[in-house]
């Protein structure tokens, strides 16, 4: 699949020049401007390149460590079901894991129940 590299990167460019930081919390979930990247790196979707993630930790005002989600139903032992997120049944994706500016957060769309997101921490911490 041929990827659009330029197109991605003026919209990056815009998203860089943005001076505000968004205020996050863990375990938020968020629409994020992943964009296009490299090989098997997880992509944004449609046009603007956007995903859905959930907040796993803050490491200051303008980072945090998130993970990417997808609505694939296919079974992986790295996706971790997290139930209706947006009326699409989703998984976190512990692959995926990276380190993103918040000026790349959208706007938040919900809050990970917190049984869940100790599912998901358990099973990053039994990946390390």
């Known amino acids: 699949m041929e990827k659009d590299f330029d197109n991605w990167n003026k919209r990056k460019k815009i998203i860089h020049s943005k001076s505000e930081s968004k205020l996050y919390h863990t375990r938020e979930l968020w629409w994020c401007s992943l964009g ?35 609505s694939s139903t296919e079974k992986h032992k790295m996706r971790i079901p997290i139930g209706k ?29 917190e049984d869940i997101f100790n599912k998901i921490t358990k099973a990053i911490k039994e990946l390390f």
Not at 43 to 68: A, F, N, Y
Not at 90 to 96: K, L, P, R, T, W
Request: aromatic letters at 4%; hydrophobic letters at 40%; charged letters at 25%.
């Open 36 to 70: 296009v990247n490299i090989g098997s790196e997880q992509d944004g979707s449609g046009e603007k390149h956007d995903r859905p993630v959930l907040i796993l930790k803050g490491l200051s005002k303008h980072t945090c460590i998130i993970l990417p989600l997808t």
């Open 85 to 113: 997120v947006q009326n699409k049944e989703a998984s976190v994706m512990i692959s995926q894991i990276r380190v993103v500016d918040t000026k790349r957060l959208i706007y938040k769309i919900g809050f990970l129940d």
